[in-house]
């Protein structure tokens, strides 16, 4: 098995692209890029040289990874949201040994139109709802949602919410899993049924 990729999408020579991969109308996947297995670029996408993409991520239309940008298992980035890796831009001054790395972990979903400002590590299944911006670090299973984000809730890793409350200590399970999720100081942890 090999990626498919569509008539007038650009790979540079150099790119690594996994198999059973897709890369659709108009995508641009600069010669340095490393994108794994079962990935789909949709319409119009960027990659740039230093972006890591992991196995079996989900980049809608009209996304664009610039350099230092790494997507771990299972990301989905939705159609237009936006990465940075420039704090603060000028077109007159010259910032390209000034770009910061952003991480997004395993499972976690950046909603349509939302913004990623460089620097950033987005937890594991966390949530970033349509129209957020984001500029500091997001707890795994959190849902943030507005301009700044903000966290409003906890997401299971099936992605639906979790009746839990945002502080102290509480357990719940998710009803289609069976995972059970346990809020502690802070933080949530997931410990997964038995198959």
Not at 23 to 33: D, L, Q, S, T, Y
Not at 183 to 193: D, S
Request: proline share 4%; net charge negative; charged share 20%.
């Amino acid at each position: 098995m090999t990626a498919s990729i569509h008539p007038s999408a650009i790979v540079d020579e150099g790119a690594e692209i996994g198999d059973g991969s897709r890369v659709w109308h108009f995508a641009h996947v600069c010669g340095g890029a490393r994108i794994g297995s079962g990935v789909s670029l949709g319409q119009n996408v960027f990659v740039g040289n230093k972006v890591v993409i992991g196995d079996r991520c989900k980049i809608q239309n009209n996304v664009s990874l610039y350099d230092n940008v790494t997507l771990e298992e299972g990301v989905f980035c939705g159609p237009s949201m936006v990465f940075t890796n420039v704090h603060n831009p000028r077109a007159l001054v010259e910032r390209k040994n000034e770009y910061r790395d952003t991480l997004v972990k395993r499972g976690a979903t950046l909603g349509a139109n939302c913004t990623i400002v460089c620097g950033a590590t987005i937890g594991q299944f966390a949530f970033i709802g349509a129209g957020a911006v984001v500029s500091r670090d997001v707890p795994d299973f959190a849902l943030m949602v507005g301009v700044p984000a903000r966290q409003i809730g906890w997401m299971s890793a099936f992605g639906e919410r979790l009746d839990l409350p945002m502080e102290g200590n509480a357990e719940t399970q998710c009803p289609h899993t069976g995972d059970r999720y346990r809020l502690q100081g802070g933080k949530l942890t997931q410990e997964e049924a038995a198959a």
